[in-house]
């Protein structure tokens, strides 16, 4: 068991680019869950997935955000046309529908998004 | 709108017990977390409940009232490394976790 990863861990954009972030979460677990997090706050829901598919999305979320779980195994989150309000950091949580409903997530280290 | 109610800072000294408390306001409620988080660092888990009462581990302990939309988490034994963020996270049905903004913990010796 390594833990939660996610690529690259620090992104610095100008303004309009795109951006691709990855997490691989560990490897028995079938939720896998998007934060954002802003310095002095809680991380802000960002999307779900139950295996490969996509079961919740938060409605602030614009349509410039996507995720993506093709095989059930490793996330995407593309961020379009960046701005500078995307400045964040990007955390990704997995855990294991235990039946019980514990819902015990484990977070990775995050990717720190800077848009110039 | 769904949300969730900590301090914003809490201070105690080396030794004692802190209660930091949460109110949530979520529509299809089903169970409330803690998480910390060190500076630099991401969110670790530290309790859950789904049923009323008091559940322990360690040193930590969380309580649920479902009826009264109240948590709280009980650090007892302090110490300088428990210094950090403290998260309550309300799950709902929908699949969605919705997190507080966080109670800042400052340990002093």
């Known amino acids: 068991d390594t833990g939660v990863s996610q690529d690259p861990r620090h992104k610095i954009t100008k303004r309009g680019q795109n951006v691709t972030f990855r997490c691989d979460p560990i490897?028995?677990?079938?939720?896998l869950y998007w934060y954002r997090q802003t310095l002095g706050q809680g991380p802000e829901f960002l999307t779900y997935?139950?295996?490969?598919?996509?079961?919740?999305k938060s409605r602030l979320l614009s349509d410039r955000f996507s995720a993506e779980r093709p095989k059930g195994s490793f996330s995407t989150l593309e961020i379009q046309r960046t701005e500078q309000g995307d400045s964040a950091m990007y955390l990704c949580?997995?855990?294991?529908?235990?039946?019980?409903?514990?819902?015990?997530?484990?977070f990775g280290p995050g990717t720190r998004l800077t848009v110039l | 709108g769904q949300s969730l109610e900590q301090p914003s800072e809490v201070t105690a000294v080396e030794g004692a017990i802190v209660q930091i408390n949460c109110t949530y306001q979520t529509s299809g409620f089903y169970g409330l977390s803690w998480y910390q988080q060190h500076d630099g660092g991401a969110p670790t888990f530290l309790s859950y409940?789904?049923?009323?009462g008091l559940e322990e581990t360690g040193r930590f302990s969380s309580f649920l009232s479902r009826s009264d939309s109240y948590g709280y988490l009980l650090l007892q034994e302090l110490q300088m490394k428990d210094s950090a963020s403290y998260f309550c996270a309300a799950h709902t049905g929908g699949f969605k976790t919705i997190f507080g903004a966080g109670t800042r913990l400052f340990v002093k010796a």
């Open positions: 997935f139950q295996n490969e598919a996509q079961l919740e």
């Open positions: 949580a997995s855990s294991l529908d235990d039946r019980e409903g514990t819902d015990t997530q484990y």
């Open positions: 409940n789904a049923l009323d």
């Open positions: 490897s028995e677990h079938n939720r």
